[in-house]
């Protein structure tokens, strides 16, 4: 038995006689653990148009959207991604995304930002033109990386950075053609009275299309949205195989 | 000045009270923060009186005991140490439904869907988003209280803010803003404060209806517009966000939407309990029930419909247990600040503001003492403050309510990073604490100042039958 063990045994009584407030916690859910090979094998498999009920579900309008519209702009959005980064690699003569980032006078840089909680940051668009790619969850990939099984799975051609650098280089794409590109112009009517009424875009299609964005820039053969799981594994691996569920529940697939 | 031994346990009693200030802005427990002044609140007045005056005594009967007087030293230990906490019994069992009702409202989705509807009205628009869900957050809170309840909304509400390019810190500050103004009318809430002013049989027209109609609405309305106001000022300022990060779902945000008509359930008790003072209990239990049966909670078979109304009010007796021991040895504080005042009265009554202009003066500059559980505020040092300040001038109870329930609400619950629900905010969305105080001290500025100054306004005045005792 040594000091350690005592200290924290004796802690929960030291806390009530002199410690610190308890402060309450958030509870997580609870998920079945789920080997991170295996969960990425069934996930590299989903095509780009079955993630939109994922896509949608983080979209603060989903409730008022039905199927059909769903598929319909997933249908859009991801055309509109691919077609953006055609006419830029066209335009810059690269598929790099630091050069991209770089030729389109992007602010980018790479902060160690670890993370704590459930909800884990990958990078951060700042309008109008800077770029924040949160180093933490990236060197943890890069470590899962090095195992063969991963690595087999996501193919050679993944790097984490500049794939996730390319999804966030769409944002800045979407501001900048903010009058003409898709992801933007579409709108949908929240409520109307009279002549007053309020129209609204939707998020979630340019989360789609920077993902296609991405892939295309990447020349991955799966979608970007696999790394919310991959990203997540080396924090939490129940809350990654707690998304993997979310995701394949969502795409109608068994998990 | 007379430096006989009354004054100098006087000046030892200060220092405690500094040393208690000290304690709870350290962060230390305060329950035992408090059962320890209480001992030496106990024993330094009472101890005392063995060495003090005979004019010092015959001036403050309080002091009196023993033989001849028809007070016993037992006689008085009873009312600190068992009366006063028995007392405040009675509140405590609105605390416990209240908490059930909270955990009823999450548990059905109503709350939830409360949230998504409205940010449907406001969509991609921060500024109407933001004011539409601080109005509906305030609502809900008049209602729901405790770490749980609040933890359950903020999941929801603050990743819809970030979802809106809001940034994180602009989006905690407003969250949190709003939940503060809630608390204002709600029931529960009040009758904790209350009871530090006053016995819960005491002063029975002091109800949260006539507080509601007096200032509490002002109160609210005051917090409500000002974070608003300063969320679109700061959002102005700031550059949009657009971050990809992923997250596990909440079994809140993915919750199914509850009936529509059912939304209107969380303001219920209040609404009952202010038009026509129905009871707080009463009107949770009436709301709960609804909501309960109205979302489809109660289709299974009795014996598991009892166990569901079991589990919920076992989850929200659990949200609010930290609070419960500090706020039943509060009642003891309360009633040993009554021996402790005369001695305080030698020391700092020269000072101590009489006038209702001065107090709100003084209180409004130093609400940053309201920060850090310190000696404005009544959950933390604050309980101390008033001890003294309540015994050593005459002021209406309504009045010193209004005084306190400002550093309580707006600093301490809506602005400080000591209030147990902040603290989980700011884990959560992974603000630095520097950052969300640069955004909520001048909120706290803001409204306090207002809100001191309906006090004035509405809370003065009243005659003794409004005092305390």
């Known amino acids: 038995m040594d000091w350690q063990y005592i200290r924290q045994k004796l802690r929960p009584i030291a806390d009530g006689l002199f410690g610190k407030q308890r402060i309450s916690r958030y509870e997580k859910p609870h998920y079945k653990v789920r080997e991170l090979d295996y969960m990425l094998a069934k996930l590299v498999k989903i095509p780009a148009l079955e993630w939109r009920n994922y896509a949608f579900s983080r979209e603060i309008l989903n409730g008022k959207f039905n199927d059909s519209q769903r598929l319909e702009w997933a249908r859009k959005s991801i055309e509109c991604g691919t077609l953006y980064a055609n006419k830029l690699i066209q335009e810059y003569n690269t598929s790099d995304s630091d050069e991209l980032a770089r030729a389109l006078g992007l602010k980018v840089s790479y902060p160690q930002y670890p993370e704590k909680t459930d909800r884990v940051l990958f990078a951060d668009f700042v309008m109008p033109d800077k770029i924040n790619i949160f180093m933490d969850a990236i060197y943890r990939a890069e470590r899962l990386l090095q195992k063969h099984a991963i690595k087999r799975v996501l193919t050679g051609k993944l790097n984490p950075a500049k794939l996730i650098l390319a999804h966030e280089i769409f944002h800045f794409i979407e501001d900048k053609y903010k009058q003409e590109i898709f992801t933007k112009t579409e709108k949908i009517r929240l409520w109307s009275l009279g002549f007053l009424h309020n129209d609204s875009g939707i998020y979630a299609l340019g989360e789609i299309a920077a993902m296609s964005f991405a892939e295309k820039l990447c020349d991955l053969p799966y979608s970007p949205y696999v790394m919310d799981v991959f990203l997540v594994y080396d924090y939490s691996p129940e809350d990654a195989s707690g998304l993997y569920e979310e995701i394949m529940t969502l795409t109608g697939l068994e998990p | ?469």
Request: glycine share 10%; with cysteine; aromatic share 14%.
């Open chain 2, 1 to 469: 000045m007379n430096f006989g031994v009354d004054f100098i346990i006087g000046s030892i009693l200060l220092l405690t009270f500094f040393a208690l200030a000290w304690y709870c802005i350290k962060g230390y427990n305060l329950m035992i923060g408090f059962l320890v002044i209480t001992i030496l609140w106990t024993v330094l007045p009472l101890g005392g009186t063995m060495f003090v005056s005979e004019a010092f005594l015959k001036a403050n009967p309080v002091l009196l005991f023993g033989e001849g007087t028809g007070t016993t030293l037992v006689s008085i230990l009873n009312r600190i140490y068992q009366s006063a906490p028995e007392g405040w019994g009675t509140t405590l069992v609105n605390v416990c439904w209240g908490a059930w009702f909270g955990r009823v409202l999450m548990d059905t989705g109503i709350a939830s869907t409360l949230i998504r509807k409205t940010v449907e009205l406001g969509g991609d628009k921060p500024v109407v988003t933001i004011s539409l869900l601080n109005l509906v957050t305030a609502l809900i809170f008049t209602s729901m209280t405790g770490a749980g309840p609040v933890i359950a909304i903020g999941v929801i509400v603050l990743p819809i803010l970030m979802s809106l390019g809001v940034p994180k810190a602009i989006a905690m500050f407003t969250f949190m803003g709003s939940v503060a103004a809630g608390i204002y009318l709600n029931p529960v809430n009040f009758a904790q404060y209350r009871a530090f002013f006053i016995k819960p049989s005491e002063m029975p027209d002091f109800t949260l209806g006539w507080y509601a109609n007096h200032w509490g609405y002002a109160a609210l309305i005051i917090m409500l517009v000002v974070t608003t106001l300063l969320a679109m000022l700061y959002l102005n300022r700031s550059k949009s966000h657009r971050q990809w990060a992923a997250q596990t779902r909440t079994p809140q945000a993915s919750q199914k939407d509850a009936p529509i008509y059912t939304l209107i359930l969380p303001v219920v008790p209040v609404i009952l309990n202010i038009a026509f003072n129905f009871s707080v209990i009463g009107g949770f239990i009436i709301a709960g029930f609804a909501a309960l049966f109205l979302c489809g909670r109660m289709s299974g078979t009795f014996r598991e419909n009892c166990q569901l109304v079991n589990k919920l009010y076992y989850e929200g007796v659990v949200d609010t247990a930290p609070l419960v021991g500090f706020l039943l040895t509060l009642p003891m504080f309360n009633e040993v600040a009554k021996y402790a005042s005369p001695y305080f009265n030698v020391v700092v009554g020269g000072i101590m503001p009489t006038s209702e202009l001065v107090v709100c003066a003084v209180f409004a500059a130093l609400l940053f003492m309201g920060l850090f559980r310190g000696p404005m505020t009544l959950v933390g040092c604050g309980a101390a403050t008033l001890g003294v300040l309540s015994n050593v001038a005459k002021f209406s109870v309504p009045f010193l309510y209004g005084v306190f329930a400002i550093p309580t609400i707006t600093v301490n619950i809506g602005c400080c990073i000591t209030q147990s629900w902040v603290a989980w905010g700011l884990a959560y969305t992974k603000v630095e604490s520097r950052d969300f105080l640069k955004l909520s001290i001048p909120n706290a500025y803001a409204t306090g100042i207002l809100q001191y100054a309906a006090v004035y306004l509405f809370l003065t005045g009243f005659g003794a039958a409004w005092m305390v005792g």
